[in-house]
């Protein structure tokens, strides 16, 4: 049996590419927090600050 392609089959999804598109979300989100600008962050301004990229970042993270 070879195990080499075992895993290489079970890692074959797309979890990854979710998850770095969930942490780029947080990122942007702080950057703004840091900056001082928070109020300019694109989907805060777009939801009238109902919602944030760090929320979606994290609600990925957590499920």
């Given at each position: 049996?070879?195990?080499?392609?075992?895993?290489?089959?079970?890692?074959?999804?797309?979890?990854?590419?979710?998850?770095?598109?969930?942490?780029?979300?947080?990122?942007?989100?702080?950057?703004?927090?840091?900056?001082?600008?928070?109020?300019?962050?694109p989907l805060?301004?777009?939801?009238?600050?109902?919602?944030v990229f760090?929320?979606?970042?994290?609600?990925?993270?957590?499920?």
């Amino acid at each position: 049996m070879d195990y080499k392609s075992e895993l290489q089959v079970d890692k074959a999804n797309n979890f990854t590419i979710v998850r770095l598109i969930a942490a780029i979300c947080v990122i942007i989100s702080h950057s703004y927090d840091v900056t001082g600008y928070a109020i300019f962050e694109p989907l805060k301004r777009i939801s009238k600050a109902y919602l944030v990229f760090s929320d979606i970042g994290l609600i990925v993270f957590l499920q």
